[in-house]
């Protein structure tokens, strides 16, 4: 049981980061659907097809955000079969996830789509400087997506609907004590252990490849000799972290933005409470509900006349499994944090003051309000650099969306020259050479996909034109023309054969390794003496002595039934590995602490499987089905001998 959580750790981790993440938040299906409505399916999710042009344009976004948010990521990964392949299972789910928050009736208040709004920072920056939001920005800003702002908010309501066809499970999800001290007791048992290594490279020597053998290796294997098409480049770049470093302020509106919003840059005040809740169950009869409301009336009337005892009553009366037994105490809380009519009653009572009954979905609140904490008010010079940052981005966000327009524009209209943009905005032509269709760790603009794409398209190519302006980042434009093209070919033998005999050489000495590994592990299994072997070392998922993961993973899976146990370990070009296994021994003690951080994370592990099996039986009620096929891992390319 455990060992199905672990082999699917990574899928399991991927789908909870996935939920919990609103990944297209900016973009949303509407912004893969809008491009082409047509084409070839490869998917279908409840009778609708998912396209090969929505799959594409939502690889191009994927990649795109993972870029921005990890800029070391090699951009190689994000090529590969097996990314696009992932971006396509995460299409399908997020269509999945529609579709089951559409027939199960799961929508999203006005009240969470708007605190949701106000946490995202990117539209946090366009408020002005008396904190009300500059509508035109805003436009802007989700324009860039192809979405007016009502498309653009009812992406996000859709975003948060889906959210909650697993929440319910990731946050019910548990785990008996016992079963997860037995699985965790398993998992990280420990084993004794000796090791026979054979090292490529110690056989080296022995390999001797003749000219005829190079050619015949480098005729077979092309591909690994190739010089890849580049292009010498111009290109533009009109971002607003640029225009906001050549920003100068004026002080009256650094001061008028302080004395209008130095409330809101304190931080927001937060109040705390007790309650008493009388629940009132979904589609009770009115009477019923007059029933709880009279009751709830009374206990009222009695806290007026004695309100020092909320709490006891609180404890007794309320029906809230969550704060009854700390007295009705909701510690504190700020806007947003409660249901509408709860909040508006809290945050008008005076301290200590009780409220008239509050109804709610959830049946008739009472609320004493115990405290109150407002942050202190920072002084003007302490905030000016917050303040002036602030402004000084906002103005930037506003440049930038002016100037947008007009960038576009120019290096489309004037497609044989990228001059008349950069002398309109200002903006310096910058260079480069030998740029490639594939990033491999470009820096920057040059890393991004959907530029190199559009560098690469024939028309930039044969008829040297300007790219279209192509959104690299957030506020973050780019147009690019190539300057001289060179396509890619084939090197010549005489130029790369020491790099074709080094490759010979590696895999032949690769493969008498393994065939000595080999050779040496029949034996040893047969009886013989077994020297070679490491001295004996104790291993476990906790401390792998700096063991090769193939390694480790051969000595903790070996069948403990009969010992000793041998096990051949193939580890590609590096050689062979032969491992003994002598001791099967339990986990070292752990505190009782470290046990119970490790069980809740086990639980945790157990719902999101949960999870997990609840989105498998959603795909197969709704017929959720990928049309292409998951692509296969390399196989390394063979030598001809």
């Known amino acids: 049981m455990f060992d199905t959580i672990r082999n699917h750790k990574k899928y399991l981790m991927g789908f909870l980061l996935i939920l919990i993440i609103p990944s297209f938040v900016l973009f949303g299906i509407e912004g893969y659907t809008r491009f082409n409505e047509s084409g070839e399916p490869v998917a279908s999710v409840d009778g609708q097809e998912i396209t090969k042009a929505e799959w594409d344009q939502a690889h191009q976004v994927e990649s795109q955000r993972l870029r921005e948010a990890m800029p070391t990521l090699d951009a190689k990964l994000l090529e590969s079969d097996e990314a696009r392949y992932a971006t396509l299972e995460r299409l399908v789910r997020d269509r999945v996830l529609a579709t089951a928050a559409q027939k199960l009736n799961l929508f999203t208040s006005d009240q969470r789509l708007a605190s949701e709004l106000q946490q995202n920072e990117a539209i946090a920056a366009l408020r002005k400087p008396d904190g009300s939001l500059d509508v035109e920005a805003y436009r802007a800003l989700v324009a860039r997506q192809g979405m007016t702002p009502e498309m653009f908010e009812a992406r996000v309501r859709a975003d948060l609907s889906q959210r909650q066809v697993a929440q319910n499970i990731l946050g019910s999800g548990f785990a008996p004590v016992g079963l997860a001290t037995v699985s965790l007791n398993a998992f990280f048992e420990r084993r004794e252990v000796q090791i026979a290594r054979f090292n490529a490279a110690d056989f080296a020597a022995r390999v001797k490849p ?18 890849p098409e580049q292009a010498d480049i111009e290109y533009l770049v009109l971002d607003a972290a640029s225009l906001q470093a050549s920003l100068a302020l004026n002080e009256a509106d650094v001061r008028a933005y302080y004395d209008q919003n130095a409330g809101r840059l304190a931080g927001a005040e937060e109040r705390r409470a007790r309650h ?3 629940t009132v169950p979904a589609g009770a009869a009115a009477a019923d509900k007059e029933a709880v409301r009279a009751k709830a009336a009374a206990l009222l009337e009695q806290l007026r006349k004695s309100p020092e005892t909320f709490a006891d009553v609180a404890k007794a009366q309320s029906q809230d499994p969550g704060s009854a037994a700390n007295g009705g105490d909701l510690d504190f809380f700020a806007r947003g944090a409660m249901v509408k009519p709860f909040e508006d009653v809290a945050f008008s009572l005076s301290k200590g003051g009780i409220s008239d009954l509050v109804e709610t979905e959830f049946g008739f609140h009472i609320i004493q309000l115990t405290d109150i904490k407002t942050p202190p008010q920072k002084s003007f010079e302490s905030m000016r650099p917050e303040i002036e940052a602030e402004l000084k981005q906002q103005q930037a966000q506003k440049q930038f969306a002016e100037a947008a327009e007009t960038f576009s524009n120019l290096v489309y209209e004037q497609a044989d020259s990228l001059q008349p943009a950069a002398d309109r905005l200002k903006l310096d032509i910058r260079t480069a050479q030998g740029v490639q269709r594939q990033p491999q760790g470009a820096p920057g603009v040059l890393a991004n996909e959907r530029l190199l794409a559009a560098l690469f398209a024939p028309d930039a190519i044969d008829k040297k034109r300007n790219t279209e302006a192509i959104e690299t980042g957030s506020n973050q434009l780019v147009a690019a023309r190539v300057v001289k093209h060179s396509p890619a070919r084939t090197r010549p033998l005489d130029e790369v054969r020491e790099t074709v005999r080094a490759r010979l050489v590696a895999q032949r000495s690769a493969e008498l390794a393994r065939e000595e590994g080999e050779k040496q592990l029949q034996a040893w299994k047969s009886g013989g003496a077994a020297t070679g072997l490491s001295a004996a070392q104790t291993l476990s998922r906790e401390n792998t002595q700096g063991l090769a993961q193939p390694v ?22 590096a050689g062979y590995a032969v491992v003994k ?19 809740q994370q086990y639980s945790q592990w157990w719902a999101g499987a949960e999870s997990l099996a609840y989105y498998e039986t959603l795909k197969t009620r709704f017929k959720a089905r990928i ?5 296969k891992p390399a196989v390394p390319v063979a030598a001809s001998r």
């Open 210 to 227: 003749t000219d005829a053998e190079i050619e015949t290796f480098y005729n077979a294997n092309g591909p690994l000799f190739q010089a």
């Open 276 to 278: 008493i809740l009388l």
């Open 552 to 573: 480790l993973t051969a000595a903790l899976s070996a069948d403990p039934k009969s010992l000793p146990a041998w096990v051949g370990v193939p580890l590609g070009d």
């Open 581 to 599: 296994v002598e001791k099967v021994l339990p986990r070292e003690a752990r505190p009782p602490q470290a046990l119970t951080q490790e069980v």
């Open 627 to 631: 049309l292409v096929n998951e692509p």
